[in-house]
């Protein structure tokens, strides 16, 4: 639940005077507020904001804004503004220990997804969603706010009990950019107690501290005047509002509270270099960060200079993408930004992932183009190419107001109250930013790069592993590229760009042959002359929204292992090499202020395209998606850069233990199957080349007749047809039928138990997988969700909230028809290592215990109505139906499925339940693997 937020909100202190007199903008002006939302502040300095929005029906959000977080502690309070988040669900006035989650559960809420907190250095959160079919549930949930914000018990006994799953939390943080950061953030925090205050605490203060020590925290700072109660969703704004009056006009402010002040952080006249290595650092990294003073945007003229700032961020990124197409960039990673920093600081932040011994370069790299902005700003071209990509963004945000998510706009409210930020609203922001976009001008936009890259309060940051023949940049290298000023001597950027047409030939296409209804999940089947099937699902989920998917059999199940290690890189390379007359440069540039994306997928079993769009970018889609089959791009320059790219990453991971935890999980679990791999080695990436990979696309991608394509969204047939017809109709189909193969060792006969023994901190990780052959029906794999609630449930109660064992216990369920008709159960648990035996063991109680012994009704009701409502959230979602419909036509599964399985969920029983489970586990056959601290060895 700890959060350490970078807000990335929008700061400029850059004015200008130019004219506007043609349009008439009043730039002092107050930023309108959205008017859909209701926004009041009671007597004792409550702020409330309330907004009715139907996305999805029948659910509220509601929220609890705290401008207090770690920064408002007391040494002696260390970590307990976080702690006082934790037992907000630890017992309260109206809720006892543990009958808000148990009451949550049964209304089809889950714990961690729709009732969760963060805490960070100047606020805390707390996030609620309740159903709204009945006004009991969202009174039950004004109360939980209400108990939140002021009616915690904090008793002595659970703030006991409640220490050891927050040093679970504490020791699950402890890696290495937790070590590095402890070097570096004093020097970047320049004497400021940010720098002493994170979040999650220290592990003596949270063993140690007073249960009263935490009670005047929670006294001192949970007081009204610092507070906000979000309500957005599918509610009677008036009654909302009596609620919150009602429930709230009481609280008090504390007499004598202190004031609550943003810390500053201290200046540097001189450049602070802060250096910090560590054994299990995974990157080679430099940051420069320069500090400037914060600034929120208030006015119209506010959002201008914030317009201003996006469009720089886009600018100088194209160029840093540019750059990494080269194999012989030193970087595999680069960018530069201004954003808000922390506190009320923004700062200008560059960074570079360097490859392998080349940090020095990266360092040159970084600075070097921010100095060519610098010199000589930025082109026409590139300023017209991120103003129709900002707009396009902007123009997409309006089309969706009325289909954006409840979530979505408690998040713009809770950021308004603790940060300022503009609650305009889509519309209205867009239509601001359609007057002002044409005052900006380039050379304004070039100027703040004079502004921003400045030698004070300039803090450069040098980060990576400590590795036998590796070379991390020192100081004094670094003070030295300050010095020489190298990168000082730069020429302008060329932008080579040349327009043209994406396709410049006439296609012929194909007609629809037949259609026919499908009014089990409202669409239309069409089959084009050429074979190949279409099915359109128009729906009003989202105004500006259409998905595709397209699959067929295949995959790299069909390749040889010889061949196998170039399919995981043939439709990378295409991605990097182009399209047509276009390379990866001039595609993406060519593309800007396009709200289109497609990629070309090879999975095991099959291969195809996923893709996202809007109604005005439909045909760009299926141009690019023509052009994917008909003019595909092998670039060498762009394979050896990836293959570089990956390499070096591979380089800096290997030691880190959770890769090898992974590594060792999937291997064992997978027989060491060289077709199941976690992350590729060195060896394997050599076995990849060139010509192969190009090889594997063209034999994937030359028949499209395979192919079934689905698209989902705001479909207009009688426009989109034709365009189908045109383009996939104009796909290459040749007669012939391709089928996966059964090419994997799977999940090994005997039991397997492995201990592992990696890593410098006092922490181990445990991984139990349990995996069967199975029968394929819906009331088997409808049980195999009911059963993982179930068990989620229960590992939650017993080894976090009993145990205190852990911090977040995960389960994953997963079940897949083919190759193998198969289900994998895995569990994984962080705790200390001398509790790994215990918790183990209780593990495999909680499952022989419910295999033996079967399922209360109670838990029944709470896993069913989970399924239920997280359907009816689903429902409303195009990628839903997206997913749903394609799996059904792989898998040969009726298209009314989901239907009989709301049936069957009403219908299934404990008993039921039971009897289906158990012949389908057997917790005697699974493979662990135990990672201990490589100094228990």
């Known amino acids: 639940m700890t959060k350490l937020k970078l807000f990335l909100t929008t700061l400029v202190c850059f004015l200008t005077t130019i004219s506007y007199s043609q349009q008439q903008i009043d730039l002092e002006k107050e930023l309108p507020v959205d ?51 934790h037992m907000a669900f630890n017992g309260s006035k109206h809720f006892k220990k543990n009958e808000l989650v148990s009451y949550l559960q049964s209304i089809g809420m889950r714990f961690g997804g729709d009732l969760n907190a963060y805490t960070s250095f100047d606020e805390t959160v707390y996030m609620l969603t309740v159903p709204t079919d009945s006004k009991g549930q969202l009174d039950s949930g004004f109360l939980v706010l209400q108990d939140w914000a002021a009616n915690l018990s904090l008793e002595g006994k659970e703030i006991d009990a409640e220490r050891g799953v927050i040093i679970e939390e504490w020791r699950t943080g402890k890696n290495a950019d937790e070590r590095m950061r402890k070097v570096w953030f004093p020097i970047v925090f320049t004497n400021s107690l940010y720098a002493k205050r994170m979040p999650i605490g220290t592990y003596e203060n949270l063993k140690s501290f007073k249960h009263e020590t935490l009670r005047n925290f929670y006294k001192t700072w949970y007081r009204p005047n610092l507070q906000a109660i979000i309500v957005v969703g599918d509610i009677d704004v008036n ?61 119209i003229q506010d959002y201008r200079t914030s317009l201003m700032l996006s469009l720089y961020n886009m600018m100088i990124n194209d160029r840093f993408d540019e750059l990494q197409q080269d194999p012989k960039c030193p970087v595999i990673g680069a960018g530069s930004y201004y954003n808000q920093f922390v506190g009320n600081v923004d700062a200008y932040t560059g960074y570079a992932i360097a490859k392998e011994n080349q940090m020095k370069e990266a360092m040159l790299l970084l600075m070097r183009e921010e100095e060519r902005v610098k010199q000589f700003g930025f082109l026409e071209s590139e300023f017209e190419r991120a103003k129709e990509e900002l707009m396009s963004s902007l123009e997409k945000a309006a089309n969706e107001a009325e289909k954006t998510f409840s979530s979505s706009f408690a998040g713009e409210y809770v950021s308004h109250f603790l940060n300022e930020s503009p609650i305009m609203g889509a519309k209205i922001s867009y239509n601001q930013a359609k007057k002002l976009i044409e005052t900006i001008k380039v050379e304004e936009i070039s100027k703040l790069a004079k502004q921003w890259i400045t030698d004070e309060n300039f803090v450069i940051v040098i980060l990576g592993p400590e590795k036998e023949g590796l070379n991390i940049l020192t100081e004094d290298e670094a003070r030295n590229i300050l010095k020489k000023a190298e990168y000082k001597n730069v020429t302008a950027y060329v932008d080579n760009y040349k327009p043209e047409p994406l396709i410049d030939k006439e296609l012929t296409g194909s007609k629809v042959k037949s259609s026919k209804e499908l009014p089990d999940i409202q669409a239309t089947e069409y089959v084009l002359e050429n074979g190949i099937k279409v099915i359109l699902k128009p729906t009003e989920y989202k105004d500006d929204e259409v998905l595709m998917m397209a699959k067929a059999p295949g995959g790299s199940s069909l390749f040889s292992l010889y ?33 289109v994306g497609i990629s070309p997928v090879i999975g095991e079993t099959w291969n195809g395209f996923y893709g996202n769009t809007t109604p005005k970018d439909f045909e760009t889609m299926l141009q690019l998606l023509y052009l994917y089959y008909d003019a595909p791009r092998f670039d060498e320059q762009a394979f050896q850069a990836i293959i570089s790219e990956t390499k070096n990453q591979l380089k800096f991971i290997s030691g880190n233990p959770m890769y090898v935890f992974l590594d060792t999980l999937i291997k064992t679990s997978s027989q060491n199957d060289p077709r199941k791999i976690a992350i590729p080695d060195e060896a394997f990436l050599n076995n990849a080349t060139y ?237 662990s693997v135990y990672q201990y601290p490589e100094k228990k060895k």
Not at 37 to 51: E, M, S
Not at 239 to 245: G, L, P, Q
Not at 250 to 279: C, F, W, Y
Not at 568 to 586: C, H, K, P, Q, W
Request: hydrophobic residues 35%; charged residues 30%.
């Open 35 to 85: 008017p859909k939302v209701k926004i009041g502040k009671l007597d004792n300095g409550l702020v409330y904001y309330i907004r009715k929005n139907k996305k999805p029906e029948k659910r509220v959000e509601l929220r609890l804004a705290v401008k207090a977080g770690s920064m408002q502690e007391t040494d002696e309070q260390v970590g307990l503004a976080h702690f006082t988040e």
């Open 239 to 299: 009654y909302a509002e009596e609620k919150i009056k009602a429930l709230f006009s009481s609280l008090q402010n504390p007499e004598n509270a202190p004031e609550k002040i943003m810390h500053p952080i201290g200046e540097n006249k001189e450049v602070l270099i802060a250096r910090a290595t560590d054994k299990e650092a995974t990157y080679s990294q430099i940051m420069t960060i320069r500090k400037h003073k914060g600034f929120r945007p208030k006015t």
């Open 563 to 595: 061949d196998f290690p170039s399919t995981m890189f043939a439709t990378a390379l295409v991605e990097r090499s182009g399209l047509g007359n276009f390379d990866y440069i001039s595609l993406e540039k060519k593309l800007k202020g396009k709200n």
């Open 691 to 927: 010509k192969q990979s190009i090889d594997v696309y063209k034999d994937r991608f030359s028949n499209a007749g395979n192919l079934v394509f689905t698209f989902v969204g705001n479909i207009n047939k009688e426009e989109m047809l034709p365009l189908i017809e045109k383009y996939i109709g104009s796909l290459p189909v040749i007669d012939k039928k391709d089928i996966f193969k059964n090419v994997y060792y799977g999940f090994p006969d005997e039991t397997k138990d492995l201990n592992i023994y990696v890593g410098m901190e006092d922490k181990s990780t445990m991984g139990i997988i349990f995996s069967e052959e199975y029968e394929w029906n819906l009331k088997n794999n409808l049980c195999l969700d009911i059963f993982q609630e179930i068990l989620d449930i229960r590992l939650v109660e017993i080894i976090r909230e009993k145990m205190g064992g852990t911090y977040s216990p995960s389960l994953q369920f997963s079940y897949e028809k083919y190759p193998e008709t198969s289900y994998t159960a895995f569990v994984m648990i962080n705790c200390e290592p001398k509790k790994v035996k215990k918790i183990s063991k209780t593990v495999f109680d909680i499952f022989n215990k419910l295999l033996a012994k079967g399922f209360t009704k109670e838990e029944l009701q709470k896993a069913t109505e989970q399924i239920k409502k997280s359907l009816q959230v689903n429902f409303e979602k195009n990628a839903y139906w997206r997913n749903y419909i394609d799996e059904q036509y792989f898998n040969g599964d009726p298209l009314n499925e989901y239907k009989d399985y709301l049936k069957l969920l009403d219908e299934i029983t404990p008993e039921e339940l039971l009897k289906t489970i158990k012949p389908l586990f057997k917790t005697e056959h699974y493979v």
